[in-house]
């Protein structure tokens, strides 16, 4: 399987680790700290054509493959999983608009948040309504042919920044014949009247990444805000979810990697009992344990889009990568501050930040029991 990884995939991987170690690595400290996006690394992102690499070139995008985009993914979260979180969450309303966007839609909307003139976002859960999609409370109104929306959302990502662009959000705009809600998607513009922000949500990991709540109060659309048609938002999310899984699973492994990385340059470098760190067998089996389970997450995820790019099916490979590289992932974040002893817990140090990263990817696009659902649920039918 990874005879398929071709030059063009090598030639991505190394620009993206020069990008990465030049203009990430030196700032990820400071976005941490101040949970401040990341504006510069986003915009030069955008024009190294990273953002949009899966995406047609007639809307900026780079024409690549989603093999290509993992291995975007990875090499950012190597060194700062936050950035990497950012264009992630990115390319969820991307791909909606991509998918399931008119024309019209694709050209004032994508466009810019595949060459980094904006960020995009996906505002789908609220505070009753996580794992739980289907049951969202923001309604969708259509009065003398303008959508008319009320309700909130909560933890969303790449919102409230100064060039925050098309939030893609699900509403009910009606019951469906079984009792069910009807549910679509609107793609809001920064600044429509009626939508707010709330809080700038604090967290313990993906800190420089921006996260806020969002309240709509009539927040008043036209009709061409409405992305494909009415009743069809959550099969559109759906459809896109087992992407979503296989990008944060990327983020899992880029964590897993740098983990690996940070952990044996400090074996090899720290001394106790007049010993490198490195003749301790107990810390080398944790190395070893990392580097097994970095190799398995990357041949599962390399599947999972392999699988994607040729057209496959591959929920059922997506889930199990998912919940692989993210466990492991979250397991070598705690083994690498062990390993750093006291150094491990200050912030200066990128292995202390890589635990809050980890745990959240364990959450967000279905978490870990969400994955195992998914995967008995097709192992047991
Ligand atoms: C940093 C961050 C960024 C995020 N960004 C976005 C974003 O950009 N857009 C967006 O829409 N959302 C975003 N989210 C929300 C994220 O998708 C949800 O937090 C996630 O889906 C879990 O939902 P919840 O928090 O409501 O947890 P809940 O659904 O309340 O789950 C709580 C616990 O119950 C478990 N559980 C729930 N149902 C079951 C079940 N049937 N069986 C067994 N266990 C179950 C869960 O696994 C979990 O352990 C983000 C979250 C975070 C933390």
């Not at 296989?246 to 690996?260: P, T």
């Amino acid at each position: 399987m990874l005879q398929q990884i071709n030059e063009e995939h090598d030639m991505t991987r190394q620009a993206v680790r020069r990008f990465a170690k030049n203009e990430i690595a030196p700032l990820a400290e400071h976005l941490w700290r101040e949970q401040e996006f990341p504006y510069a690394i986003w915009k030069q992102a955008g024009e190294l054509g990273f953002l949009g690499l899966p995406y047609p070139e007639r809307y900026g995008g780079g024409g690549g493959n989603w093999l290509g985009f993992t291995i975007v993914l990875e090499e950012i979260a190597r060194v700062d999983c936050a950035v990497a979180a950012s264009l992630m969450a990115n390319s969820t309303p991307a791909s909606l608009i991509n998918n399931y966007g008119t024309e019209e839609q694709k050209q004032r909307h994508l466009r810019p948040i595949l060459e980094g003139a904006q960020v995009g976002c996906i505002g789908l859960t609220e505070p009753n309504a996580g794992s739980d999609a289907a049951n969202i409370e923001t309604r969708a109104v259509l009065r003398d042919g303008r959508w008319i929306i009320n309700g909130s959302k909560t933890f969303i990502s790449n919102s409230g920044t100064d060039i925050t662009g098309p939030v893609v959000i699900a509403a009910v705009t009606g019951t469906l014949p079984d009792g069910r809600k009807e549910i679509s998607n609107f793609i809001l513009p920064n600044g429509a009247p009626g939508f707010t922000y709330g809080r700038k949500l604090q967290k313990i990991g993906w800190c420089g990444s921006t996260t806020y709540e969002l309240f709509f109060e009539d927040c008043d659309l036209g009709d061409e805000h409405l992305l494909g048609q009415v009743g069809a938002g959550l099969k559109q999310t759906l459809s896109n979810i087992s992407t979503g899984r296989i990008l944060i699973g990327a983020l899992a492994l880029g964590i897993l990697q740098g983990s690996l990385e940070r952990s044996i340059a400090y074996l090899k470098e720290r001394k106790a009992f007049g010993k490198f760190l490195a003749e301790f067998q107990t810390l080398q089996f944790k190395v070893a344990d990392m580097a097994v389970h970095a190799h398995g997450a990357r041949l599962m995820l390399y599947d999972a889009a392999l699988r994607k790019d040729a057209g496959q099916r591959f929920d059922q490979q997506a889930s199990m990568a998912k919940v692989f590289a993210t466990e492991r992932a979250m397991e070598a974040a705690h083994q690498a501050i062990q390993i750093h002893g006291g150094n491990g817990i200050m912030s200066e140090y990128p292995v202390s930040r890589a635990f809050g990263d980890a745990k959240v990817l364990e959450i967000v696009e279905g978490t870990s029991e969400i994955q195992r659902i998914i995967i008995s649920r097709e192992l047991l039918k």
